[in-house]
């Protein structure tokens, strides 16, 4: 038999090792996205998720402004938290934080920086206020922007803490079709087909065909000046749309104590979201009650004084 020659050997080991160092930065590409992309829970789950049940998936888009950056450092670390320990392999979250147009010199500085480390922003071409239609060009922005589709999409406070696994809990047994989902406003209503009602905007869900109405329909483009999340209410009437309505009571909520109306109670385990929660005390206490940092810490002779609940065996 005819020996391979010593240059078909050498092209063969080559190819091997080429091989070899493409699987490795794949590897670390993997290892550098699902570290650095800290809030989107998309890489790391479909990798996991059963080919037989298709993922539940809801894009939330939490309403901050440019300036914010500290607001929104500290809820990738509360999001990753949850989305790296607490969400099934068969649930999708993906987290961007929206705002409208810079207007600081400062701004393009930062929020570059933020850009190219954790790619989680959406600028809108808009004006920042609260009533100008920011939530309109919002919604009828994403089937423009997004990489794909979702099953709901949802419009969040930056002063809102979601607990995603609950939330998703919530969602997963719901009509993905023609849905409008939140905490339902006037507080005291609970029957949202009432007329004159609307859902709040500490944490709204619609489904993707919404999405596309909104993007596509003159009602909503026509009616988009106005008390921004009660606007949202009349696009569906006038339309005849949202016929699956849900209010997520008592699950949402305002802080206790944080407003004179209805919508606050005390904190209690079914929660799905909690609103106005804008002091640390405030969110201390959140955190404590739902025991979010518990076994989070790796213990470590670079950490000196922490409290020892919060540290992993």
């Known amino acids: 038999m005819r020996r391979p020659s010593n240059h078909l050997v050498t092209l063969a080991f080559i190819s091997i090792f080429s091989l070899f160092i493409f699987i490795l930065y794949l590897l670390s590409s993997y290892k550098q996205l699902s570290d650095y992309s800290l809030i989107s829970s998309y890489l790391v789950n479909n990798i996991t998720a059963s080919t037989?049940?298709?993922p539940l998936s809801i894009f939330?888009?939490?309403?901050?402004?440019?300036?914010?950056d500290r607001r929104r450092n500290f809820l990738r670390a509360l999001y990753h938290t949850q989305i790296s320990r607490q969400l099934p392999s068969t649930v999708v979250v993906d987290?961007?934080?929206v705002f409208c147009n810079l207007n600081k010199p400062e701004q393009h500085v930062f929020v570059s920086l933020e850009i190219a480390m954790y790619g989680d922003i959406i600028i809108l071409n808009c004006t920042e206020d609260m009533n100008s239609g920011k939530t309109y060009t919002y919604f009828s922005s994403l089937p423009h922007i997004l990489h794909r589709r979702y099953d709901y999409v949802m419009k969040a406070d930056d002063d809102t803490y979601l607990r995603l696994p609950k939330l998703a809990s919530s969602l997963e047994n719901l009509s993905r079709w023609d849905l409008y989902y939140g905490y339902l406003i006037p507080?005291?209503?609970?029957?949202?087909?009432?007329?004159?009602?609307?859902?709040?905007?500490?944490?709204?869900?619609?489904?993707w065909d919404l999405v596309e109405w909104i993007s596509e329909s003159e009602i909503p483009r026509m009616n988009k000046v106005g008390p921004e999340d009660k606007m949202i209410g009349e696009w569906f009437n006038k339309?005849?749309?949202?016929k699956n309505r849900v209010s997520e009571k008592p699950g949402m909520y305002n802080f206790p104590g944080s407003d004179v109306e209805k919508c606050a109670h005390e904190l209690i385990p079914e929660t799905v979201a909690v609103h106005?929660?804008?002091?640390?005390?405030?969110w201390r206490d959140?955190?404590?009650y739902f025991n979010v940092t518990v076994g989070i810490v790796k213990p470590s002779k670079l950490i000196h004084s922490i409290d020892p609940s919060f540290m992993s065996e």
């Open 286 to 288: 959140v955190l404590l």
């Open 239 to 242: 339309g005849n749309k949202a």
């Open 276 to 282: 106005r929660v804008k002091k640390l005390e405030q």
């Open 187 to 207: 507080c005291e209503r609970e029957n949202p087909s009432d007329r004159g009602t609307y859902m709040s905007g500490m944490g709204l869900a619609i489904s």
């Open 52 to 54: 037989d049940t298709p």
């Open 95 to 97: 987290i961007n934080f």
């Open 60 to 68: 939330i888009g939490i309403i901050t402004l440019p300036d914010s």
